[in-house]
Protein backbone atom coordinates (compact mmCIF):
# COMPACT_ATOMS: atom_id res chain seq x y z
CA UNK A 1 0.00 0.00 0.00
CA UNK A 2 2.57 2.30 -0.85
CA UNK A 3 1.31 5.70 -1.11
CA UNK A 4 3.53 8.37 -3.07
CA UNK A 5 2.46 12.23 -3.51
CA UNK A 6 4.29 13.74 -6.76
CA UNK A 7 6.75 16.35 -4.26
CA UNK A 8 9.97 16.44 -4.74
CA UNK A 9 11.80 14.12 -2.29
CA UNK A 10 13.39 15.92 1.04
CA UNK A 11 16.52 13.95 1.39
CA UNK A 12 17.02 13.84 5.68
CA UNK A 13 20.24 15.04 7.24
CA UNK A 14 21.10 10.98 7.84
CA UNK A 15 20.96 10.63 3.91
CA UNK A 16 24.86 10.06 3.90
CA UNK A 17 26.57 7.62 1.67
CA UNK A 18 29.21 6.62 3.13
CA UNK A 19 32.23 5.54 0.36
CA UNK A 20 33.53 1.86 1.52
CA UNK A 21 36.27 0.22 1.53
CA UNK A 22 39.40 -1.66 -0.02
CA UNK A 23 38.97 -5.76 -1.02
CA UNK A 24 39.82 -7.44 2.33
CA UNK A 25 42.04 -9.83 0.02
CA UNK A 26 43.74 -6.61 -1.25
CA UNK A 27 45.93 -6.25 1.97
CA UNK A 28 45.49 -5.16 5.15
CA UNK A 29 43.23 -3.10 6.41
CA UNK A 30 44.25 0.29 7.81
CA UNK A 31 42.40 1.15 11.51
CA UNK A 32 40.13 3.80 9.94
CA UNK A 33 38.60 1.32 7.19
CA UNK A 34 38.55 -1.66 10.09
CA UNK A 35 36.51 0.62 11.83
CA UNK A 36 34.20 1.84 9.56
CA UNK A 37 33.46 -1.70 8.04
CA UNK A 38 33.23 -3.30 11.08
CA UNK A 39 30.29 -0.56 11.84
CA UNK A 40 28.71 -1.36 8.58
CA UNK A 41 28.69 -4.85 9.48
CA UNK A 42 27.51 -4.78 12.85
CA UNK A 43 24.51 -3.04 11.68
CA UNK A 44 23.85 -6.54 9.33
CA UNK A 45 24.26 -8.20 12.16
CA UNK A 46 20.84 -8.55 13.24
CA UNK A 47 18.45 -11.32 12.27
CA UNK A 48 15.36 -8.79 12.51
CA UNK A 49 17.47 -6.39 10.67
CA UNK A 50 18.43 -8.65 8.33
CA UNK A 51 15.53 -8.76 7.32
CA UNK A 52 14.06 -5.72 6.93
CA UNK A 53 17.12 -4.67 5.18
CA UNK A 54 15.98 -7.42 2.28
CA UNK A 55 12.53 -6.52 2.55
CA UNK A 56 13.55 -2.82 1.47
CA UNK A 57 16.38 -4.07 -1.11
CA UNK A 58 13.88 -6.75 -2.75
CA UNK A 59 10.58 -4.47 -2.37
CA UNK A 60 9.77 -3.57 -6.71
CA UNK A 61 11.71 -0.06 -7.13
CA UNK A 62 14.25 -0.49 -4.52
CA UNK A 63 12.47 1.29 -1.98
CA UNK A 64 9.71 0.77 0.55
CA UNK A 65 7.64 2.82 2.82
CA UNK A 66 8.10 1.31 6.64
CA UNK A 67 4.13 1.01 6.15
CA UNK A 68 4.99 -2.05 3.79
CA UNK A 69 7.64 -3.85 5.43
CA UNK A 70 6.84 -3.13 9.28
CA UNK A 71 5.05 -6.72 10.09
CA UNK A 72 8.05 -8.69 10.90
CA UNK A 73 7.06 -9.80 14.16
CA UNK A 74 8.69 -6.93 16.50
CA UNK A 75 6.81 -3.90 18.12
CA UNK A 76 6.71 -0.70 15.59
CA UNK A 77 9.53 1.28 18.02
CA UNK A 78 11.39 -1.77 17.34
CA UNK A 79 11.40 -1.45 13.73
CA UNK A 80 12.01 2.25 13.73
CA UNK A 81 15.15 1.91 15.80
CA UNK A 82 16.14 -1.05 13.41
CA UNK A 83 16.02 0.76 10.53
CA UNK A 84 17.45 3.91 12.55
CA UNK A 85 20.79 1.74 12.97
CA UNK A 86 20.51 0.47 9.00
CA UNK A 87 20.24 4.40 8.30
CA UNK A 88 23.54 5.43 10.68
CA UNK A 89 25.37 3.16 8.55
CA UNK A 90 25.21 4.63 6.09
CA UNK A 91 23.19 1.20 4.36
CA UNK A 92 20.03 3.30 3.89
CA UNK A 93 18.40 6.28 2.76
CA UNK A 94 15.25 7.69 3.55
CA UNK A 95 12.51 10.62 2.58
CA UNK A 96 9.54 11.89 3.75
CA UNK A 97 7.21 12.42 1.15
CA UNK A 98 3.64 13.24 2.51
CA UNK A 99 3.17 11.27 6.10
CA UNK A 100 5.06 8.29 4.73
CA UNK A 101 8.80 7.53 5.23
CA UNK A 102 10.44 5.63 2.57
CA UNK A 103 13.34 3.76 2.85
CA UNK A 104 15.88 2.88 0.15
CA UNK A 105 19.23 0.57 -0.06
CA UNK A 106 21.92 2.81 -1.05
CA UNK A 107 22.98 1.02 -4.46
CA UNK A 108 26.44 2.04 -3.92
CA UNK A 109 27.15 1.00 -0.59
CA UNK A 110 26.07 -2.51 -1.58
CA UNK A 111 28.07 -2.74 -4.80
CA UNK A 112 31.23 -1.14 -2.32
CA UNK A 113 30.42 -3.96 0.41
CA UNK A 114 29.99 -6.65 -2.29
CA UNK A 115 33.56 -5.94 -3.73
CA UNK A 116 34.53 -5.62 -0.09
CA UNK A 117 33.76 -9.47 0.14
CA UNK A 118 34.90 -10.42 -3.60
CA UNK A 119 37.58 -13.09 -3.39
CA UNK A 120 40.95 -12.52 -4.95
CA UNK A 121 41.47 -13.46 -8.50
CA UNK A 122 43.70 -16.04 -8.82
CA UNK A 123 46.48 -15.37 -10.28
CA UNK B 1 58.31 -16.92 8.93
CA UNK B 2 56.08 -19.47 7.34
CA UNK B 3 57.10 -23.02 8.80
CA UNK B 4 55.16 -25.96 6.58
CA UNK B 5 56.26 -29.37 6.80
CA UNK B 6 55.54 -31.86 4.12
CA UNK B 7 52.60 -33.55 6.19
CA UNK B 8 49.11 -33.88 4.53
CA UNK B 9 47.09 -31.13 6.92
CA UNK B 10 44.55 -32.91 9.17
CA UNK B 11 41.27 -30.68 9.16
CA UNK B 12 40.04 -29.58 12.66
CA UNK B 13 36.40 -30.44 13.72
CA UNK B 14 35.52 -26.76 13.39
CA UNK B 15 36.57 -26.71 9.71
CA UNK B 16 32.60 -26.21 8.55
CA UNK B 17 31.89 -24.05 5.43
CA UNK B 18 28.47 -22.84 5.51
CA UNK B 19 26.80 -22.92 2.14
CA UNK B 20 24.81 -19.16 2.33
CA UNK B 21 22.54 -17.50 1.06
CA UNK B 22 20.11 -15.91 -1.04
CA UNK B 23 20.86 -12.29 -2.48
CA UNK B 24 19.32 -9.90 0.21
CA UNK B 25 17.68 -8.27 -3.21
CA UNK B 26 15.97 -10.95 -4.27
CA UNK B 27 13.10 -10.98 -1.89
CA UNK B 28 12.70 -11.39 2.20
CA UNK B 29 14.99 -13.60 3.77
CA UNK B 30 13.71 -16.63 5.36
CA UNK B 31 14.58 -16.46 9.43
CA UNK B 32 16.95 -19.53 9.20
CA UNK B 33 18.98 -17.46 6.77
CA UNK B 34 18.53 -14.41 8.28
CA UNK B 35 20.10 -15.90 11.55
CA UNK B 36 23.21 -17.69 9.69
CA UNK B 37 24.23 -14.13 7.67
CA UNK B 38 23.94 -12.25 10.78
CA UNK B 39 25.81 -14.87 12.18
CA UNK B 40 28.32 -14.44 9.76
CA UNK B 41 28.04 -10.45 9.65
CA UNK B 42 28.48 -10.82 13.65
CA UNK B 43 31.37 -11.86 13.28
CA UNK B 44 33.19 -9.61 10.81
CA UNK B 45 31.63 -6.43 12.75
CA UNK B 46 34.73 -6.40 15.09
CA UNK B 47 37.26 -4.29 13.64
CA UNK B 48 40.67 -5.98 15.39
CA UNK B 49 38.66 -9.26 13.90
CA UNK B 50 38.24 -7.81 10.82
CA UNK B 51 41.95 -6.92 10.22
CA UNK B 52 43.03 -10.16 11.09
CA UNK B 53 40.45 -11.57 8.20
CA UNK B 54 42.04 -9.03 6.40
CA UNK B 55 45.88 -10.32 6.88
CA UNK B 56 45.03 -13.76 6.13
CA UNK B 57 43.17 -13.10 3.11
CA UNK B 58 45.76 -11.13 1.38
CA UNK B 59 48.49 -13.24 2.65
CA UNK B 60 50.51 -14.76 -0.18
CA UNK B 61 48.24 -17.97 -1.02
CA UNK B 62 45.44 -17.35 1.25
CA UNK B 63 46.59 -18.74 3.90
CA UNK B 64 48.77 -17.87 7.10
CA UNK B 65 50.33 -19.27 10.09
CA UNK B 66 48.81 -17.63 13.62
CA UNK B 67 52.45 -17.02 13.56
CA UNK B 68 52.25 -14.40 10.68
CA UNK B 69 49.80 -12.21 11.77
CA UNK B 70 49.22 -11.93 15.64
CA UNK B 71 50.97 -8.39 15.97
CA UNK B 72 47.37 -6.02 15.60
CA UNK B 73 48.39 -5.01 19.12
CA UNK B 74 45.99 -7.62 21.06
CA UNK B 75 47.35 -10.07 23.55
CA UNK B 76 48.01 -13.31 22.01
CA UNK B 77 44.70 -15.01 23.94
CA UNK B 78 42.79 -11.87 22.38
CA UNK B 79 44.25 -13.07 18.86
CA UNK B 80 43.08 -17.03 19.37
CA UNK B 81 39.98 -15.92 20.59
CA UNK B 82 38.77 -13.46 17.11
CA UNK B 83 40.39 -16.44 15.24
CA UNK B 84 37.96 -18.64 16.83
CA UNK B 85 35.05 -16.68 16.72
CA UNK B 86 35.88 -16.30 12.85
CA UNK B 87 36.15 -19.95 12.46
CA UNK B 88 33.20 -20.67 13.94
CA UNK B 89 31.02 -18.65 11.91
CA UNK B 90 32.77 -20.45 8.92
CA UNK B 91 34.35 -17.74 7.15
CA UNK B 92 38.25 -19.30 8.11
CA UNK B 93 39.36 -22.55 7.99
CA UNK B 94 42.21 -23.79 9.96
CA UNK B 95 44.85 -26.90 10.32
CA UNK B 96 47.39 -27.69 11.99
CA UNK B 97 51.17 -28.52 10.50
CA UNK B 98 53.36 -29.37 12.63
CA UNK B 99 53.82 -27.01 15.44
CA UNK B 100 51.94 -23.70 13.78
CA UNK B 101 47.86 -23.61 13.18
CA UNK B 102 47.24 -22.13 9.47
CA UNK B 103 44.24 -20.26 8.56
CA UNK B 104 42.61 -19.79 5.37
CA UNK B 105 39.48 -17.42 4.27
CA UNK B 106 36.97 -19.70 2.65
CA UNK B 107 37.08 -19.28 -0.57
CA UNK B 108 33.53 -20.07 -1.57
CA UNK B 109 31.83 -17.90 1.76
CA UNK B 110 33.20 -15.27 0.50
CA UNK B 111 31.98 -15.85 -2.85
CA UNK B 112 28.48 -16.52 -1.45
CA UNK B 113 28.61 -13.37 1.22
CA UNK B 114 29.67 -11.04 -1.88
CA UNK B 115 26.98 -12.35 -4.11
CA UNK B 116 24.62 -12.01 -1.22
CA UNK B 117 25.42 -8.04 -1.25
CA UNK B 118 25.54 -7.65 -4.72
CA UNK B 119 23.09 -4.64 -5.90
CA UNK B 120 20.26 -6.06 -8.00
CA UNK B 121 20.84 -5.83 -11.72
CA UNK B 122 19.00 -3.33 -13.18
CA UNK B 123 15.54 -5.54 -15.69
Known sequence: MSKKSGRL??????????????????GELSEADAERMAGMFKALSDPV???????????????????DIADVGVSQPTVSHHLKKLREAGLLTSERR????YYAVAPSVL?????????????
Do not use: N
Open 9 to 26: PTPEPADVVVPCCPPLTA
Open 49 to 67: RLRLFSRIASHPGGEACVC
Open 98 to 101: GTWV
Open 111 to 123: AALSATLAPRVAP
